[in-house]
């Protein structure tokens, strides 16, 4: 093995470390970012809270457990869902629908 080839090895090893240091700053950084801003929001969830689910309907939490909640859709007050957490896209709170 000559020097140049030593170098050009070296100088791989160098753009692939500078490639997956780009990848990391593009990609996973902003991935776990949006994942903690979802579960503060799923944990900040309350009673009351006006939501928006990923499905895109809009109704009111009525009932909440650990992993659950049970949303209620539509003025009529007789649709009742229960659907997991991870299914609320949006939330609003009360305090916030009603100014």
């Known amino acids: ?6 170098m050009s090895m070296g ?3 160098v753009w ?9 700053f593009l990609m996973v950084r902003p991935q776990k970012k949006e994942q903690k801003r979802v579960q503060t929001m799923l944990s900040s969830m309350e009673v009351g809270d006006s939501v ?5 309907f809009y109704g009111v939490i009525i009932d909440m ?9 539509g003025n009529n007050k007789n ?7 991870q299914a609320i896209a949006e939330v609003e709170k009360a305090e916030q629908a009603s100014a």
Do not use: H, N, Q
């Open 11 to 13: 100088f791989t090893i």
């Open 52 to 56: 928006v689910t990923t499905s895109g």
């Open 16 to 24: 692939l470390v500078v490639l997956f240091g780009i990848m990391y």
């Open 1 to 6: 093995m000559d020097a140049a080839s030593g």
């Open 65 to 73: 457990t650990e992993e659950d909640v049970i949303v209620e859709f």
């Open 79 to 85: 649709c009742r869902i229960p659907m997991r957490k």
